[in-house]
């Protein structure tokens, strides 16, 4: 009677293990989110656990890079919420996700464009094992400004458009305001320096795949200050593809006299 009972338990349990085993393995996932920094940014990788009861053991970052093509562990978050990490990341990198929450977020201080790659989130689960996810970390330059003279500073005024997005503009429109078409070439507007009537207001339009964006231009050629220069105007989904729009025009040696 006794072991009978006793063998009902245990394949009660056998049941209940193969149930649960299953049950939890249906529906676990974790999420990461691809990230986009720019150079000496600060970084901040998601990653979390949904639809688990599973205990959490530790979580284990880890990575490849420009820097360091390798994958190799870099941060380890203990059950307890204690850290570990290689000792040269000592201050670059911080735990800002929550154990309980199964969330292992961390954020990366001061990132270089050797940190561009792949960091891969791994959460230590108990009966599961390891489930893991790949976050792509891109590491884009900042826009700069260069100038260019033009070739012959006399004859035109040269004006460029300059976009920091990517990929690279595939198109580039100018148009004047209430005025005819401009003579262009790119992101290239050329005004002849004599003529006041080309005075006004230039609007360029640099366009991607993923959308577009504007910037305008005030040129006036008459007065002892030449021209009245900037505005950064944004338009649509660029903004998220990090896209910026600098305008600016050559100094030729002829206007400073
Ligand atoms: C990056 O984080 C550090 C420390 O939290 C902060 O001092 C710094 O201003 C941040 N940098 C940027 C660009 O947000
Ligand atoms: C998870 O941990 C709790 C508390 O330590 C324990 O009671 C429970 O049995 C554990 N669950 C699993 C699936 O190991
Ligand atoms: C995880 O933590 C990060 C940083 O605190 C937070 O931004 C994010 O919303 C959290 N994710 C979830 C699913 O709670
Ligand atoms: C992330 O990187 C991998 C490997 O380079 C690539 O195959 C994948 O398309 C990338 N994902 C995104 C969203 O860029
Ligand atoms: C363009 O023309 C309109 C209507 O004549 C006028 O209101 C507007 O101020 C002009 N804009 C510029 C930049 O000259």
Known sequence: MYGRRNTFNLSLYGL??????????????SIGHDTTVTNGGNATLLCHLTETEENLTHIVWQKHTRGNPERHTFF??????????????????KFVGDIKEKNGSIRLLGMSLLDDGIYTCIFNTFP???????????????????????DDPTEAEEYHCLVDCNPTPTSYIWIKVNGSTPHSEGNKLFIPKSSSDL????????????????????????????????LLGLISSCAILGFTVVLFYTVSRAQEK
């Open 199 to 230: 005075n006004g207001v230039y609007i360029c339009t640099a366009s991607n795949e993923y959308g577009r964006v504007s910037g305008v231009l005030y040129v006036d050629n008459t007065g002892s200050t030449d021209i009245c220069w900037g």
């Open 76 to 93: 380890i978050i203990h059950r307890d919420g204690k850290t570990e990490h290689q000792s040269y990341l000592q201050d670059k990198v």
């Open 16 to 29: 209940f293990l193969i149930y649960f085993k299953c049950s939890s393995l249906a529906g676990v996932k």
């Open 128 to 150: 599961s094992g390891q489930i893991l996810t790949n976050i792509n970390v891109t590491v884009h330059d900042p826009p700069e400004l260069v100038v260019i003279i033009p």
